[in-house]
């Protein structure tokens, strides 16, 4: 069974940083491509980043290019998300997703239950 | 464009069925069959439904599918079931090698 478990959340200042991570059990991790989505409490999901397979590429949404970093260690298991000059705007449940694929990220078939972040003062 | 554009509500009686539309451009929907549709419970991670258009993940009931039209893609449900109701979203590639999420659609079952 796939199970994917993000952690790192947190309460941060606003400019300040985190890391996420997301730890990947029972398939192939280094085999496929993951993604990080996000979400507003209440409101709709948010494309943020992905990553290929191997980790040579990665895709990220305008929103946070230049401030949000997606790495992953195929070694661990993992996949990271990095959030750097975090704003208000980014408090969000934040979750990690498996792609189909090995270098794709239109389709997301395993989520993890998600990982709240609040950018407050 | 910041999101695909869907209905904010639908609804439906059991055993009826119900078309849930997502707007888009050339730029995304109509460019790309990369159309996916998610289901998300009150408090619980999403779920793929539908993916490239029509094709529906193992395990994932026939009563749902997808189409395409132009701009526009749709998610059909037939036979409605009370554990259909439920926030549904597409999703599309854009040619900015970014994905695209719809506003997101409230499913009530009558």
């Known amino acids: 069974e796939v199970q994917l478990l993000e952690s790192g959340g947190g309460l941060v200042q606003p400019g300040g940083s985190l890391r996420l991570s997301c730890a990947a059990s029972?398939?192939?991790?280094?085999?496929?491509?993951m993604t990080w989505v996000r979400q507003v409490p209440g409101k709709r999901l948010e494309w943020v980043s992905a990553?290929?397979?191997?980790?040579?590429?990665?895709y990220s949404a305008d929103s946070v290019k230049g401030r949000f970093t997606i790495s992953r260690d195929n070694s661990r298991n993992t996949l990271y998300l990095q959030l750097n000059s975090l704003r208000a705007e980014d408090t969000a449940v934040f979750y990690c997703?498996?792609?189909?694929?090995?270098?794709?990220?239109?389709?997301?078939?395993?989520w993890g239950q998600g990982t709240l972040v609040t950018v407050s003062s | 464009q910041s999101a695909l554009t869907q209905p904010a509500s639908v609804s439906g009686s059991p055993g009826q069925s119900i078309t849930i539309s997502c707007a888009g451009s050339?730029?995304?929907?109509?460019?790309?069959?990369?159309v996916s549709w998610y289901q998300q419970h009150p408090g619980e991670a999403p779920k793929l439904m539908i993916y490239?258009?029509?094709n529906r993940p193992s395990g994932v009931s026939n009563r749902f599918s997808g189409s395409k039209s132009g701009n526009t893609a749709s998610l059909t449900i037939s036979g409605l079931q009370a554990e259909d109701e439920a926030d549904y979203y597409c999703?599309?590639?854009?040619?900015?090698?970014?994905?695209?999420f719809g506003g997101g659609t409230k499913l009530t079952v009558l």
């Open positions: 997703a498996k792609a189909r694929c090995s270098d794709c990220y239109t389709k997301f078939d395993s």
């Open positions: 029972g398939f192939t991790f280094r085999n496929y491509a």
């Open positions: 990553i290929s397979s191997t980790g040579d590429n990665t």
């Open positions: 050339s730029a995304d929907i109509g460019g790309y069959n990369y």
């Open positions: 490239d258009v029509t």
């Open positions: 999703s599309s590639y854009t040619g900015s090698s970014t994905l695209l």
